[in-house]
């Protein structure tokens, strides 16, 4: 895979970039852009699968509304980034009301003690690393916002079912603006973590980066059984092809943790895989 340029803007485009620099690497069979055709579930697995990926998705929300509010109360924030942290929180509780309504619509019911189920298996996995120190933290948010974008890009190239939205909002419109949330979000943070690196004396700078990786790999050891689940899920649910998932999602990791602490990638450290 070709080295992250420090130097450039993290946006959409260069996360495109570095998501297709992993695909010519390791599936170049893959498409270079998101599949344009797909439909809504239709048979009773298909609906049971989006149905569990939907639940999946709104404890996912959920955990990171819980999991910032904690480290919001116990870790010293500086205030610019405590408001664009109020703001993560406010988004995600949106979007996990969003994915609890199409459950409704899925199932028929609330399916809330399911989410509050799959929400304490976040829980359990994590335990307090969320919210222990800033490497903890910063850990969650990177698996939580960014590597995770490695695995949905790689699911949303080829599937042939859509994930849909609640009737009242539009497929196009509800996905477009959850996503441009979502890019707000892994903005603020990589800015933060740009900023505070950068305040890091140089004498202590090979050490804070050792830590900050070690608890990324930590935090990656603890999701590996669940990340696997929601993949396993999302090929099923939107019937796509997650066959090289593994490499895809350990290389576009590995891309994401060098832009943060402004390193070659063959100056990183062996990295916990996915498939660990």
Known sequence: MAEVQVAARWDAAFEDELFNSVLREVAPHLPDTPATEAREPHSADEIAEAAEFTARLAAHDTFIVQAVSKAIAQLDFDTDFHLKLSRQVGDDGHHAELARERLIELTGSDQLPKIEAYIAELWKALGDLPYRDVFGFLAFQFHYELHIQGRLKTEGRTAKVRFGRAKKAPVAEGASAEANDELVHRINILRWVQKTLAAVPQAQRAEWIAKLIEADDDAQRRL?????????????????????????????????????????????????????
Do not use: M
Request: glycine share 8%.
């Open 224 to 276: 590996n059984p669940y990340l696997r689940h929601r993949i396993g899920n999302a090929g099923r649910a939107w019937q796509s092809d997650v066959s090289n998932v593994v490499p895809i999602y350990d290389g576009f990791r590995r891309g994401v943790l060098a832009y943060l602490v402004e390193l070659p990638e063959t100056e990183l450290p062996p990295l916990t895989s996915l498939a660990a």
